[in-house]
């Protein structure tokens, strides 16, 4: 072959390479059915283009917007056993395909959940109620052992401190509620720092996705409900707690009541916050010497609950805006809670 030749034939394959990657539904083979090699050039250059296409096509169709929620009757006890159907999802006021839905299950591959207790060390806190705590929390976890449960112990007072990060290991988690009564920690109560410390927590250590499958967020808080000393506000609280899509709970201890001859419990500063409200959960009080009913009953409403999720539009993903999530139920007398207001895709 002469160099003339060489150069006619390499002209072609670069012409037809260009217009092969720009029209990549053309078939080669109609076209150099004689050529093999020729055939395999350009399926080399055009590799790059298919495989970036692919790319970006599984990243986008995996953006699902979760929303956790629990469903009670009348009475508050949870509802289980419901399904995708007896849900309605409305975005902005306009209903949407729930395309993922999931409850947590007591039976193996079941939905994770990982909990963060965050306990009040500091001096509103007695010695003995420490101890009930201790007792209570326990009975807690070997409750949730049938599920695939995670557990961190976390306390604040002047301070927050990271006693145990997640561990399923019963005897970890005994050794670190035995340290909780060396933990004393002055008259300041960091409740809001000790929930955003914990949010953090949760965003390191536990991922959006644990063996493919949506995880349970929630922190347990238990102090007197009377925060002071606080860095991080309640609001800036409430939205990193939206964007980890985690759930709050407390318990009270029984200082919130004590100045109240009726034995009503007063609003405490951290219910009126929203904190609870606005992240799904419920604040829980601690009327009666034993808490282990209070911690069933808690028990109860974290397991009884449901994941739901959807694909949003794609023309919505990179608008910046917020939008407005409503969740319904189709039965009448149930009472729904939702994690969050709506969510915004932040780029």
């Given amino acids: 072959m002469n160099k003339a030749q060489r150069k006619f034939e390499k002209d072609a394959e670069n012409k037809f390479s260009k217009f092969i990657c720009f029209h990549p539904r053309l078939s080669v083979v109609k076209f150099f059915s004689s050529s093999l090699q020729l055939c395999g050039i350009i399926l080399i250059l055009c590799g790059g283009v298919f495989a970036q296409d692919i790319d970006d096509v599984i990243r986008v169709d995996t953006e699902l917007v979760p929303f956790e929620v629990t469903v009670s009757d009348a009475s508050g006890k949870p509802i289980r056993g419901l399904s995708a159907k007896d849900f309605k999802l409305f975005e902005d006021g306009v209903e949407r395909p729930i395309d993922f839905f999931e409850p947590v299950k007591k039976e193996t591959g079941s939905r994770p959940l990982s909990i963060v207790f965050a306990l009040d060390v500091s001096g509103s806190v007695t010695r003995e109620e420490l101890i009930r705590l201790r007792d209570a929390i326990q009975t807690f976890v070997a409750r949730l052992a049938d599920y695939d449960s995670y557990f961190a112990v976390m306390t604040f007072g002047m301070e927050v401190k990271t006693l145990q990060s997640f561990t399923n290991r019963p005897d970890k988690l005994e050794k670190t509620f035995e340290k909780l009564l060396r933990e004393q920690d002055g008259l ?55 964007e980890a899509e985690t759930t709050v709970y407390s318990v009270l201890l029984p200082s ?15 219910e009126a916050s929203g904190l609870f409200e606005k992240t799904g959960g419920k604040a829980l009080y601690a009327t009666d010497k034993s808490f282990e009913p209070l911690f069933k009953s808690l028990a109860e409403e974290i397991t009884a609950s449901y994941v739901l999720a959807f694909y949003p539009k794609t023309e919505k993903r990179n608008d910046g805006k917020f939008r407005r999530i409503r969740i319904e139920t189709a039965a009448r007398n149930l009472q729904i809670k939702q994690n969050r207001a709506g969510y915004e895709i932040k780029q």
Avoid: C, W
Avoid at 204 to 233: E, H, M, W, Y
């Fill in 256 to 270: 919130f009541s004590r100045l109240q001859r009726n034995q009503k419990p007063l609003l405490t500063p951290l």
């Fill in 188 to 242: 300041s109560t960091h409740a809001y720092d000790a929930v955003d410390d914990a949010i953090r927590l949760l965003k390191k250590k536990s991922p959006t996705s644990i063996k493919q499958k949506l995880p349970k967020r929630a922190i347990i808080l238990i102090t007197d409900g009377f925060p002071v000393g606080d860095i991080v506000s309640p609001k800036t609280v409430i939205e990193r707690a939206n």
